[in-house]
């Protein structure tokens, strides 16, 4: 049984439809921005506050930590975790990956004032057209599956990606 590893920018829903992915397939939910704090035993603000690559290096720690963890989890990754290939192959060698995929429009919506996430601060409009124009092709990379949640439910988007989960695990 693989994890089931959700990967997209801020405000896709990672953390939304992979608690309700995880409720739905009856096994544990967890968020590498959380494992990360507590691995680090400091606060998220803490660890940026020192430094982008502080808190890239616990993230890294987090994945490798929850990927090979022999219970099948629900990992909604942060943002920026396919940056970095070594997390994009262990997340692919131990789980189905799914971008999460979605319009700046929408995304926009999602994040409001982009409190608590550094990388949106003054203008989050621009910063997630700038971060998907970079970002695409990393998340293209790691995942074996696409689900585009533009003007979907929370209920659709978890539908959708626990069949792209189903497929995937049952292809040869
Ligand atoms: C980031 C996304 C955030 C968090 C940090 C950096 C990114 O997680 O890891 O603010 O680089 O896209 P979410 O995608 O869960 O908001």
Not at 30 to 45: E, K, N
Not at 73 to 91: E, K, M, S, T, Y
Not at 156 to 170: K, P, Q, R, S
């Amino acid at each position: 049984m693989s994890h089931l590893v959700l990967v997209g920018l801020m405000g896709a829903g990672k953390t939304t439809v992979g608690r309700r992915c995880a409720e739905r397939l009856d096994r544990p939910f967890v968020d590498t921005d959380d494992l990360a704090v507590v691995l680090a035993g400091r606060p998220f603000a803490e660890l940026w506050a020192e430094g982008e690559t502080t808190f890239r290096a616990w993230e890294r720690r987090a994945v490798a930590e929850i990927a090979k963890s022999p219970v099948p989890h629900v990992i909604a990754c942060g943002g920026g975790v396919v940056l970095d290939p070594d997390n994009r192959r262990v997340l692919r060698d131990h789980g189905v990956v799914v971008w999460l995929r979605a319009r700046t429009d929408t995304l926009t919506a999602r994040v409001g004032d982009g409190a608590g996430r550094p990388l949106l601060a003054g203008n989050p409009r621009g910063a997630l057209a700038r971060l998907e124009e970079v970002r695409a092709p990393s998340y293209e990379g790691a995942a074996h599956a696409i689900v585009d949640v533009d003007g979907t439910t929370i209920d659709e988007a978890t539908d959708a990606v626990l069949a792209a989960f189903a497929a995937t695990e049952a292809a040869p």
